[in-house]
């Protein structure tokens, strides 16, 4: 089984807004944080929000009061992003870390990653 499996991306207008979910499964801690990322090709990947275990949130400048990132009750992390502009653009990848850490936007930290939903912000 794949851990973790992204959706939720797709094309969308400057100033629209997505809903990209993570479900996760059959992973090695029952306790861990979840972060989301995106990378366009030809540039390091960015860390965009994740939470952890205990709900702490942490988020990249360039999302902060746009984003919003949460669990719902079938055990899915959410990633909301409003008010989307062009360089929101990339592939963004969800990821969970091998131990119960603090929120964190360190890809290094990440032992476990999807495979990645494109999201495409033009008009």
């Known amino acids: 089984q794949v851990p973790l499996a992204e959706s939720g991306g797709g094309s969308v207008q400057p100033g629209g807004s997505l809903i990209l979910s993570c479900a996760a499964s059959?992973?090695?801690?029952?306790?861990?944080?979840v972060g989301w990322f995106r990378q366009v090709p030809g540039k390091e990947r960015e860390g965009v929000a994740a939470i952890d275990s205990r709900g702490q949130t942490t988020y990249a400048d360039s999302v902060r009061g746009r984003a919003a990132i949460s669990k719902d009750n079938a055990g899915n992390t959410n990633l909301y992003l409003d008010n989307l502009k062009p360089e929101d653009t990339g592939m963004y990848y969800c990821?969970?870390?091998?131990?119960?850490?603090?929120?964190?936007?360190?890809?290094?930290?990440?032992?476990?990653w999807g495979q990645g939903t494109q999201v495409n912000v033009s008009s």
């Open positions: 059959a992973l090695a801690y029952s306790r861990y944080c």
């Open positions: 990821a969970s870390t091998r131990g119960d850490l603090d929120a964190t936007l360190i890809a290094w930290k990440y032992g476990y």
